[in-house]
């Protein structure tokens, strides 16, 4: 253990408290053994603290769902750089000290360490936001680029309260601000309630695996700012970008997504960053940067005898092969990528594949390298090293998992969810039963598998595999039991004086269904977990195993998702699916996507469809080395 976070979202000020308290419990923790060494404390709402004695940390989120409007949320701060205060806007934090906090005054002896930065947002009874995947994956190359040398993601991984126990649930009756489901707290996050792997994580992963590679080398850089930066979070025609340097070398950050705001095409875009012995212009020409796109880009990186000048693709991780070190990029979406070397650096460049590359040689002896995206070359250093550069688009690079295999790490690009277990490759697929798995290094050993796994043709420096699995389906069954009864208007009060979810006697009112699933799709072999995906609309949406409540849903618009081996059914017991209505009048927010309310005159419950999707699980294994 090296951090110990004391308080969470503390801000009180008065006699024992504010940095009395804070000093107290530090105290009282040293007392008790915990010896470490870094105390923590939230940063935000003006908190005050001991200062020398704890850091503040920070963090923010994509939207508000414990805000109180109904209205679109205005343009989030978490997508502007925080180039003057390391303290975010709202994180939903109940008490408010209006005197200044000590987290600004401390950052020029603290580190910047993110604690709660939203890996999703959860839907909460009165706010239903629903996100896009950049819409998370764009906070990290701003919150980076502002100086943040820790991440610390809430949540990661979606989940569930015990059904029954409703200690920890958080709710108006009970005294709580928020309405959340009594069950169900899927967050949005990379990682579902079930475990399952949203769309966001492809968007993530290539930066954790840069933050691998070259975190401690990004630790050392001070951020600068632009010469002109943004007025505030709504201004939305100030290009958004920073540098973190650490002498003559560095990375720039740029951000032109904030969430359900078009940002605009930004036009003739070149750089010119002063760096402590020289200024480095990228690229070599003006380039037109998209609404949407967001990057990082290397500046004076070297990459062993290879020194790259810059480049206008985001480096994601080292490979070590027989041949020697792959460096795979990212291109970025409408961007040429453009890989500038340093004189002396490199001699001369080969193509590894049929795509070729388009090579410039610089008036200073340098070589500028434009490769097509999904390309590979080699860069011949001067010490007669080789070096090999896979730049992916984007399609293939949100694909990608880099994992232990056959002896050393391997960049693994299929549609499947991929892990490493015991030695062995586990491809998790989602309703599909084919689907195809590139592997780079090639393996040097057989793979085997208990499924249907046939090899395909290299297809360039990939070793590409077709995997098969039989197809399981099972048809689920879903007979109307009752329909809606009228319900009264939503109630507004609590503690946060809005929209508070009905009281329980409320819930007669729902529609019902039974839903029949055979006994068989709930224990079916070859597969990791089965969903039951529902698509309805209507207010709150409740799963009934007999008389027991296993799951529940606030609509959002999207498909409310149950593992069968994530929740308790009985399979002696039917299933019930009860669904509240929505009124066209409930002063609640929904995203204009999945918003019903303007179609309805009263009120909505309505079940589209119940479906079973099967999540295939696929081992690969190495044959035997004497095989």
């Given at each position: 253990m090296i951090g110990i976070q004391l308080e969470n979202e503390y801000n009180l000020t008065g006699p024992q408290q504010g940095p009395a308290h804070i000093a107290t419990l530090k105290r009282l923790a040293r007392a008790a053994g915990l010896d470490v060494p870094l105390y923590t404390v939230t940063g935000w709402d003006n908190a005050v603290f001991p200062r020398r004695e704890v850091a503040p940390v920070f963090g923010g989120y994509a939207d508000l769902p414990w805000?109180?409007?109904?209205?679109?949320?205005?343009?989030?701060?978490?997508?502007?750089?925080?180039?003057?205060?390391?303290?975010?806007?709202?994180?939903?934090?109940?008490?408010?000290?209006?005197?200044?906090?000590?987290?600004?005054?401390?950052?020029?002896?603290?580190?910047?360490?993110?604690?709660?930065?939203?890996?999703?947002?959860?839907?909460?009874?009165?706010?239903?936001?629903?996100?896009?995947?950049?819409?998370?994956?764009?906070?990290?190359?701003?919150?980076l680029g502002s100086g943040v040398n820790l991440y610390g993601y809430y949540m990661l991984h979606g989940g569930r309260n015990l059904p029954g126990d409703v200690d920890g649930h958080e709710s108006t009756a009970s005294g709580g601000y928020n309405d959340l489901p009594v069950v169900n707290y899927d967050f949005q996050a990379p990682f579902g309630a079930n475990g399952e792997a949203h769309a966001v994580l492809g968007k993530l992963r290539p930066m954790h695996l840069f933050l691998q590679q070259w975190g401690s080398e990004l630790a050392t850089c001070d951020v600068y700012a632009p010469e002109r930066v943004p007025r505030g979070a709504d201004d939305l025609e100030t290009p958004r970008f920073s540098v973190r340097a650490d002498g003559d070398r560095g990375f720039l950050f740029f951000n032109n997504h904030v969430r359900q705001y078009r940002m605009p095409e930004r036009r003739g875009v070149q750089f010119a960053v002063k760096l402590a012995t020289r200024t480095v212009m990228l690229p070599a020409e003006p380039i037109d940067?998209?609404?949407?796109?967001?990057?990082?880009?290397?500046?004076?990186?070297?990459?062993?005898?290879?020194?790259?000048?810059?480049?206008?693709?985001?480096?994601?991780?080292?490979?070590?092969?027989?041949?020697?070190?792959?460096?795979?990029?990212?291109?970025?979406?409408?961007?040429?990528?453009?890989?500038?070397?340093?004189?002396?650096?490199?001699?001369?460049?080969?193509?590894?594949?049929?795509?070729?590359?388009?090579?410039?040689?610089?008036?200073?002896?340098?070589l500028i390298v434009r490769p097509a995206a999904g390309s590979v070359f080699t860069a011949i250093c001067r010490d007669d090293t080789r070096i090999t550069f896979i730049t992916l688009a984007s399609e293939d690079i949100e694909r990608l998992s880099v994992l232990p295999f056959d002896g050393q790490r391997r960049l693994i690009l299929t549609d499947a969810l991929a892990f490493e277990r015991d030695g062995e490759l586990v491809l998790r697929?989602?309703?599909?039963?084919?689907?195809?798995?590139?592997?780079?290094?090639?393996?040097?050993?057989?793979?085997?598998?208990?499924?249907?796994?046939?090899?395909?043709?290299?297809?360039?420096?990939?070793?590409r595999f077709a995997v098969t699995v039989p197809m399981v389906a099972f048809d689920v069954g879903v007979a109307s039991l009752r329909v809606a009864q009228k319900v009264q208007p939503v109630a507004s009060g609590g503690v946060a004086l809005a929209a508070v979810e009905p009281a329980p006697e409320c819930f007669g009112k729902a529609a019902a269904w039974r839903i029949e699933v055979p006994i068989a799709a709930l224990n079916a072999t070859g597969l990791s977990n089965a969903y039951l995906s529902i698509q309805y609309a209507g207010d709150v949406g409740r799963l009934f195993s007999g008389g027991d409540l296993i799951d529940d849903h606030f609509y959002n618009g999207l498909s409310w998702e149950i593992g069968v081996r994530n929740v308790m059914i009985d399979p002696q017991q039917p299933l019930m699916l009860t669904v509240l209505p929505m009124r066209a009048d409930a002063p609640v927010y929904l995203d204009a996507r999945h918003d019903l309310r303007g179609s309805i005159s009263d009120q909505v419950a309505e079940v589209f469809g119940v479906k079973w999707v099967p999540e295939y699980e696929v081992v690969l294994s190495l044959a035997s080395a004497n095989c």
């Amino acid at each position: 253990m090296i951090g110990i976070q004391l308080e969470n979202e503390y801000n009180l000020t008065g006699p024992q408290q504010g940095p009395a308290h804070i000093a107290t419990l530090k105290r009282l923790a040293r007392a008790a053994g915990l010896d470490v060494p870094l105390y923590t404390v939230t940063g935000w709402d003006n908190a005050v603290f001991p200062r020398r004695e704890v850091a503040p940390v920070f963090g923010g989120y994509a939207d508000l769902p414990w805000g109180t409007s109904t209205a679109m949320s205005a343009p989030g701060e978490v997508y502007g750089f925080r180039l003057t205060s390391r303290v975010g806007g709202d994180l939903g934090a109940q008490t408010h000290n209006s005197e200044p906090g000590d987290a600004d005054a401390v950052a020029h002896e603290t580190p910047f360490l993110g604690a709660e930065f939203g890996g999703g947002v959860p839907t909460m009874y009165r706010r239903r936001p629903v996100l896009d995947p950049d819409d998370i994956a764009a906070m990290l190359p701003v919150q980076l680029g502002s100086g943040v040398n820790l991440y610390g993601y809430y949540m990661l991984h979606g989940g569930r309260n015990l059904p029954g126990d409703v200690d920890g649930h958080e709710s108006t009756a009970s005294g709580g601000y928020n309405d959340l489901p009594v069950v169900n707290y899927d967050f949005q996050a990379p990682f579902g309630a079930n475990g399952e792997a949203h769309a966001v994580l492809g968007k993530l992963r290539p930066m954790h695996l840069f933050l691998q590679q070259w975190g401690s080398e990004l630790a050392t850089c001070d951020v600068y700012a632009p010469e002109r930066v943004p007025r505030g979070a709504d201004d939305l025609e100030t290009p958004r970008f920073s540098v973190r340097a650490d002498g003559d070398r560095g990375f720039l950050f740029f951000n032109n997504h904030v969430r359900q705001y078009r940002m605009p095409e930004r036009r003739g875009v070149q750089f010119a960053v002063k760096l402590a012995t020289r200024t480095v212009m990228l690229p070599a020409e003006p380039i037109d940067i998209a609404p949407g796109r967001w990057f990082v880009w290397p500046i004076g990186l070297a990459l062993g005898g290879a020194r790259l000048r810059y480049a206008t693709a985001q480096p994601v991780t080292r490979l070590s092969t027989h041949e020697g070190a792959t460096y795979v990029f990212a291109a970025t979406d409408g961007i040429v990528a453009e890989f500038a070397f340093e004189p002396d650096s490199v001699t001369r460049i080969e193509s590894a594949d049929s795509h070729g590359a388009l090579i410039t040689h610089e008036a200073d002896g340098g070589l500028i390298v434009r490769p097509a995206a999904g390309s590979v070359f080699t860069a011949i250093c001067r010490d007669d090293t080789r070096i090999t550069f896979i730049t992916l688009a984007s399609e293939d690079i949100e694909r990608l998992s880099v994992l232990p295999f056959d002896g050393q790490r391997r960049l693994i690009l299929t549609d499947a969810l991929a892990f490493e277990r015991d030695g062995e490759l586990v491809l998790r697929s989602m309703g599909v039963a084919a689907f195809d798995v590139a592997v780079y290094p090639p393996l040097e050993r057989a793979v085997r598998s208990t499924h249907a796994f046939v090899e395909a043709p290299r297809d360039g420096v990939f070793q590409r595999f077709a995997v098969t699995v039989p197809m399981v389906a099972f048809d689920v069954g879903v007979a109307s039991l009752r329909v809606a009864q009228k319900v009264q208007p939503v109630a507004s009060g609590g503690v946060a004086l809005a929209a508070v979810e009905p009281a329980p006697e409320c819930f007669g009112k729902a529609a019902a269904w039974r839903i029949e699933v055979p006994i068989a799709a709930l224990n079916a072999t070859g597969l990791s977990n089965a969903y039951l995906s529902i698509q309805y609309a209507g207010d709150v949406g409740r799963l009934f195993s007999g008389g027991d409540l296993i799951d529940d849903h606030f609509y959002n618009g999207l498909s409310w998702e149950i593992g069968v081996r994530n929740v308790m059914i009985d399979p002696q017991q039917p299933l019930m699916l009860t669904v509240l209505p929505m009124r066209a009048d409930a002063p609640v927010y929904l995203d204009a996507r999945h918003d019903l309310r303007g179609s309805i005159s009263d009120q909505v419950a309505e079940v589209f469809g119940v479906k079973w999707v099967p999540e295939y699980e696929v081992v690969l294994s190495l044959a035997s080395a004497n095989c």
